[in-house]
Antibody, heavy 128, light 107 residues
Framework: QVQLQQSGPGLVKPSQTLSLTCAIS??????????WNWIRQSPSRGLEWLGRTYYRSKWYNDYALSVKSRITINPDTSKNQFSLQLNSVTPEDTAVYYC??????????????????WGQGTLVTVSS | DVQLTQSPSSLSASVGDRVTITCRASQSITGFLNWYQQKSGKAPNLLIY???SLQSGVPPRFSGSGSGTDFTLTISSLQPEDFATYYCQQSYSTPWTFGHGTKVEIK
């Protein structure tokens, strides 16, 4: 059973960097059948996909355009975890942040993707 | 980006009712549509993937259908533990996007 455990501060000052970590058990961050995502949720923006990292013979990252200039998602194979860094935060970045595994499955001559499981969520408030 | 529109945004129903939630995509996403349930204060939980495949451990009263731009999540007989918010999500192309949710409340 795959479990994701998030850690990181719940309060970040404006203009500073939001940093969260997601520890993986039951799977590997370097798995060829998975990608490791960060998603946030706020009343104003709903569920918003931020980006992912995944390994397919080498490491790849995809980021949402809305945060592309400010975001970094890094894998850590030594600790089997991955992290989120979001720079230059503003109060609009206040949200519950989730890490999540994206499963990639080859079936019916195509690749299927779904998100399962999710971490427990971290409420991050951006305020001075 | 693919936009997903869910309807209704909320509904009231009684235990035992049949409930249907729809999700419309802004372009064809063939069958790349997933459904999640989120209870208050918890992370979303996968119910249905690839439009109609039931995730392991999910009760069979949940079902999904549709293809192209129009999709449906059906709960055949609503149970007390089903009162929650439901989201659709497209996995046709990144950025992955979500509907705005349908809150199912007790009547």
């Amino acid at each position: 059973q795959v479990q994701l455990q998030q850690s990181g501060p719940g309060l970040v000052k404006p203009s500073q960097t939001l940093s969260l970590t997601c520890a993986i058990s039951g799977d590997s961050v370097a798995s060829n059948g998975a990608a490791w995502n960060w998603i946030r949720q706020s009343p104003s923006r709903g569920l918003e996909w931020l980006g992912r990292t995944y390994y397919r013979s080498k490491w790849y990252n995809d980021y949402a355009l809305s945060v592309k200039s400010r975001i970094t998602i890094n894998p850590d194979t030594s600790k089997n975890q991955f992290s989120l860094q979001l720079n230059s935060v503003t109060p609009e970045d206040t949200a519950v942040y989730y890490c999540a595994r994206e499963v990639e499955y080859y079936g019916s001559a195509t690749y299927l993707h779904w998100i399962d499981p999710w971490g427990q969520g971290t409420l991050v408030t951006v305020s001075s | 980006d693919v936009q997903l529109t869910q309807s209704p945004s909320s509904l009231s129903a009684s235990v035992g009712d049949r409930v249907t939630i729809t999700c419309r995509a802004s372009q064809s996403i063939t069958g790349f549509l997933n459904w999640y349930q989120q209870k208050s204060g918890k992370a979303p939980n996968l119910l249905i993937y690839a439009a109609s495949s039931l995730q392991s451990g999910v009760p069979p009263r949940f079902s999904g259908s549709g293809s192209g731009t129009d999709f449906t999540l059906t709960i055949s007989s609503l149970q007390p533990e089903d009162f929650a918010t439901y989201y659709c999500q497209q996995s046709y192309s990144t950025p992955w996007t979500f509907g705005h949710g349908t809150k199912v409340e007790i009547k």
